[in-house]
């Protein structure tokens, strides 16, 4: 684990105002080294290793500077970092200024992180001081080709630069609340088998065994319930990173609809989009898949009717029906129709669109929850992004 308190010492300007000439010199090479330590190629052990490494010599240096004046150390490890700078895409390595804004890059990152907060920089600000189209290119086996400046890219010290993509998070999300549920659906199918045989005993029903089922029940009915907004957040994110993508990238509109659409709206729901964006932009032109992908929105915009029942819960009344049935009511048939719904959806959406526009590039690269056969996902094992 990284330790972010000693970073943020070792990164201080109390810690590099103790020395002068060399010995700073030196010093500031090391903590170059701390950076390219996060961006090797390397397994999270070697990372770490060469982490520890690092951060010795910055203790032996800082509390014995003397013994570091000589000029050969300041140009070996001078050599060294900027071979590890090259190596990782850096810019300019041969220049003083360099080492400066590496250090002023991981202040801030280190300031995120003792907040508890994940650091993420935008492309555009992180091009200032690397090539990162290329770096990611050549550490990930499936990158993203359509890599924007308005993207953000998460700097971490034990992964170093991951792409974020909020649909994939969304996604992941609900694999795993999907995974939990199918362990809580096999305890409540356990459970009530165990509370069968008793009552076919004709004993006295204990009433701990009644007692755990209903604390399954309702764990399950938490869980449908999450599961049904998180499907609605994954189609969202979905959608909203298609229409930022829009906004602020380069793609050429030819719709009149969707001209004035990315123009006037600034944070549109999701309806929007797919109404003034995808439809009029993308649906027009194949009317083949316009039927199949019609009604998958015509389900989705009931789906979404019934999340916001489940986010705004109240006892309001229309037409003679409380707005809590959904709260209360749904069911795991009901549920399994959502959740492939809304996939089905996303996908035929992403089926539309131009190659230049595409988000889901990692789809094939894990193991996906098949809904309707109840069977768990897993995307922890990609490696890619």
């Not at 999270?44 to 490494?53: A, P, Q, S």
């Not at 015509?298 to 006892?315: D, P, T, V």
């Amino acid at each position: 684990m990284i330790d972010f308190a000693d970073l943020d010492y070792l990164f201080s300007r109390k810690a590099l105002d103790k020395l002068s000439k060399n010995p700073k010199k030196i010093y500031k090479n090391y903590l170059a080294l701390i950076f390219t330590a996060a961006l090797n190629k390397t397994t999270l052990i070697e990372r770490l290793d060469k982490y520890r490494g690092i951060q010795t010599s910055c203790y032996d240096l800082l509390n014995n500077p003397k013994e570091y004046t000589e000029q050969s150390l300041v140009e070996s490890t001078g050599k060294l970092f900027r071979g590890e700078l090259n190596a990782n895409y850096i810019k300019n390595p041969n220049v003083d200024s360099t080492i400066d804004s590496i250090i002023s890059f991981m202040r801030e990152m280190i300031k995120s992180r003792i907040n508890g907060e994940r650091y993420l920089i935008s492309l555009k600000e992180l091009e200032k001081m690397m090539s990162v189209k290329q770096y990611l290119s050549n550490y990930y086996s499936n990158s993203y080709d359509n890599l924007e400046h308005h993207h953000w890219i998460e700097f971490d010290m034990e992964k170093g630069l991951v792409h974020t993509f909020p649909e994939f998070i969304t996604y992941a999300y609900l694999v795993s609340i999907w995974n939990i549920y199918l362990q809580k659906r096999k305890c409540l199918i356990e459970a009530r088998e165990d509370q069968r045989h008793i009552l076919s005993q004709d004993i006295v029903f204990p009433s701990d065994i009644r007692i755990k089922v209903r604390t399954i029940e309702s764990e399950m009915q938490a869980l449908i319930n999450s599961l049904s907004v998180q499907c609605i957040t994954f189609t969202e994110s979905y959608l909203y990173y298609v229409y930022y993508n829009v906004k602020e990238g380069n793609f050429k509109l030819q719709s009149d609809i969707a001209k004035k659409f990315i123009k006037k709206s600034e944070q549109p729901n999701d309806e929007d989009i797919i109404d003034n964006l995808i439809k009029p932009e993308f649906l027009q032109a194949l009317e083949t898949e316009e039927e199949k992908l019609l009604n998958l929105y015509a389900g989705f915009k009931k789906i979404n009717r019934k999340r916001n029942r489940l986010i705004h819960a109240s006892a309001f009344e229309n037409e003679k029906k409380s707005h809590l049935i959904p709260l209360i009511s749904m069911g795991s048939e009901e549920l399994v129709d959502t959740l492939d719904l809304c996939v089905q959806f996303v996908l035929e959406v992403e089926k539309i669109l131009p190659q230049s526009l595409k988000l889901l590039f990692w789809w094939g690269t894990m193991k996906h929850p098949n809904f309707k056969e109840y069977e768990e996902g897993n995307y922890v094992t990609r490696r890619d992004i």
